[in-house]
């Protein structure tokens, strides 16, 4: 139990244009998700917390107009850069929010989605 | 975020070797302390996890030692395995956080045969 999925596993694009990054959890409802960045040999940076039915919350630096995330029901977050520069080229990494078997709240990570902007 | 520092950056072991992960927390709302394991490519998977009540917490050849007063935990991978070659992240959260977690900077374990 407890997966989560993203799609697509990786792309590539051309600057200027806008990519969007699915994050799912499959067997379980999640009310928050969460979105992080990756540079390589990097450690895991938060970027948003992403609430169902609610805007998301930006961790400072994150600039929200042009990572834009919704979470439109319990099973699924997007993530979408927009007007992407290479700059932009990271893993990104989405969790969500669920009980673990022990009954405590746990974030629950996805596959991560490697985004490369040409 | 206040700031979760781990070492060692790297660590080299050999195989049946104990591997040893250290990590110092600054903030003390943290409750609930969990370690990943993340391979080259893929999103991270908890591999255990400890709460500030207990001082230690085993799980097969993965252990958890906490030092509340200290305000530091490591994990110890007994008998280790080519297998477990990958990056180690402790992390730190709370529950009046929102369970944000604040990672470590994490460790690139590789196992010798």
């Known amino acids: 139990g407890a997966v989560v999925s993203q799609h697509p596993s990786w792309v590539i694009c051309k600057s200027g244009t806008s990519v969007k990054i699915e994050c799912r959890s499959l067997?379980?409802?999640?009310?928050?998700m969460f979105w992080y960045r990756q540079f390589p040999k990097q450690s895991l940076m938060l970027m948003a917390t992403?609430?169902?039915?609610?805007?998301?919350?930006?961790e400072q630096g994150v600039e929200k107009d042009k990572f834009l995330i919704n979470h439109a029901s319990l099973t699924l977050s997007t993530l979408t850069v927009t007007s992407a520069h290479p700059e932009d080229s990271s893993f990104y990494i989405c969790?969500?929010?669920?009980?673990?078997?022990?009954?405590?709240?746990?974030?629950?990570f996805g596959p991560g989605t490697r985004l490369t902007v040409l | 975020q206040q700031q979760v520092k781990q070492s060692p950056q790297s660590l080299i072991v050999q195989k049946g070797g104990i591997s040893i992960i250290n990590c110092a927390y600054e903030?003390?709302?943290?409750?609930?302390f969990p370690w990943y394991q993340q391979f080259p490519g893929k999103g991270p998977a908890l591999l255990i996890a400890?709460?500030?009540?207990?001082s230690e917490k085993k799980e097969g050849r993965f252990t958890i030692s906490f030092n509340k007063s200290a305000k530091q935990f490591s994990l110890h991978i007994m008998d280790s395995q080519p297998g477990d070659s990958a990056t180690y992240f402790c992390?730190?959260?709370?529950?009046?956080?929102?369970?944000?977690?604040?990672f470590g900077t994490g460790t690139q374990l590789k196992v010798e045969l």
């Open positions: 067997d379980f409802q999640a009310t928050t």
């Open positions: 992403s609430n169902e039915g609610s805007k998301a919350t930006y």
């Open positions: 400890i709460r500030p009540d207990v």
């Open positions: 992390a730190g959260s709370f529950t009046g956080g929102g369970n944000k977690l604040t």
């Open positions: 903030n003390t709302a943290f409750d609930y």
């Open positions: 969790s969500a929010r669920g009980i673990s078997g022990l009954g405590y709240n746990e974030q629950f």
